[in-house]
Each structure stands twice: as structure tokens, then as C-alpha cells.
């Protein structure tokens, strides 16, 4: 088991390494990448389109938080729907010549979107503490995310496998997480969707997950257990499901690599 650890820890700091080692700024834009982007979305739907979320004070610094907390989540998501499909088939010695736990592989892209997410909330505090904060409920924040990771955890396994024999779904992944990024309430509050479209939302995890986020950092509002229950009874079946259909279609990883 620490052997593996290791495996996965050296694993996950090449491709940090991997990721920024032609940028002048290096790991900095773990930080200065979700800070740009919420600096376009403030001013493109905040000021231009006069998007305004019903909870605090109204200003452009609430909107900037609103957006940021949701965008970190996203990112996090997209971040491995955009990258798992290449993490098995992009290491072909991996899988035909050394004896190596391929499935550890999808969970690098995750490990490193997930440590992105921990950097982007940590900005977060000092707005916390300017707020009087932070809530006692910060610290159910890691219980409110594991469905969330379950459900990256299974997906990255599902398209890492599937795109070793389907190389379409490399080109397929973008369209997707574009897609996810506007039917999830990001940049635009829960209250602006139809009534008739709010299922959308509730079938939507990453939606649960952002504003789960959102409610504890900024007001300390504790979200509903039940919904946190179902989320995670359903994340763990998808998770197995992914890991499953890994296991079942790895021997034919080296055929088709």
C-alpha cells in the first residue's frame, strides 16, 4: 500500500510539473487562472448584463465570490472530463510493457484537479474572515465535496477506459464540459431557472455540491443531510461502476494502444 502511495504521489507531482513547465508563472496559474476567470465573469454578467444574486449585499464582490466558489467546483470537473480521456492512452508503455496499476492513471488527473480546487478555496478565507467568519460549518466542507469526488473518481475511470478504444470522445470532452458549465448555476443564480427546469439542477451534482459550497463559506448555512445522503449513495455506486467497467476492459488496453 505505501508502495503504491508513493507510486501515485511521484505520479501526481510530474504531472503538476508536466503542466507548467513551459509557463514563466509555473504553478502560480493554479491560482491566477480561476482569479482571471472571475474577474470576466464579474464583468461581463455583473456589469453588463446586471446579474445581481439574492443573498448579501448585492455588490460586485459578492457576485465575484458567488461566481468564484462555483467556478472553482467546475473547473475541478472539467478539468478531469478534459483530461482523463488521454491519461491511459497517452502512457502506452505503461500498459504493454510494465506492470503498472493503470487505473492509478485517471486518479493523477483527479489528485491534480483536486489539489487546483483546495488552492482556489483557500482564497477564499480572507473573505471569510472580512465577513466575520469563518462558520463553525466550514469544516463539513470535505463531507459536502466527497459525493462530488466519487462521482469524478467513477467518471475519470469511465472515459479513461472508454477513450483507449473510442478516440472521438478527446474531441467530445470539451463540447461537454462547456455544456456542464452552463447548465449549472455558476455565474447565474438558482432563483434565475424556471420552475419547470429546476429538476435539471436537482439531478445535477455539481449543482448540489456548488451551492452546498456556496451556503457554508459565505453565510455558514449547513446544507440538508438528505440530499447530502442521496448524493453520496449515488456517487459510490457510480464510482464502482466506473472502476468496474475499468477492470473489465483493461485487458484490452494493449491490443488497441
Known sequence: MKQWLYVYLQWLLRELRMRYRASAVGGGWLILQPVVHILLFTLVFYKFFQV???????????????????????????????????????HPYLVTKVRFPVEMLPMVQVGAAGLQLVLALLITLPFMLWRGGPHWGVLLL??????????????????????????DIVHLAPSVSSLLLFLTPIFYPVSMVPESMRWMID??????????????????????????????????VFATMGWAFFQRTKPGFADDL
Open 52 to 90: 445581481r444574486w439574492p443573498v448579501g449585499d448585492g455588490s460586485a464582490t459578492e457576485y465575484g465570490l458567488q461566481v468564484f466558489i462555483g467556478l472553482s467546483l467546475y473547473t475541478f470537473v472539467a478539468d478531469v472530463i478534459n483530461r482523463a480521456p488521454t491519461s491511459v492512452w497517452s
Open 142 to 167: 470535505p463531507l459536502y465535496l466527497l459525493p462530488l469526488l466519487f462521482y469524478v473518481l467513477g467518471l475519470g475511470w469511465l472515459l479513461g477506459s472508454l477513450s483507449v478504444y473510442l478516440r
Open 203 to 236: 439531478l445535477n451534482p455539481l449543482a448540489w455540491a456548488t451551492e452546498a459550497a456556496r451556503n457554508v463559506l459565505l453565510s455558514g448555512t449547513v446544507a440538508p443531510w438528505d440530499g447530502w445522503g442521496l448524493h453520496l449513495a449515488v456517487s459510490c
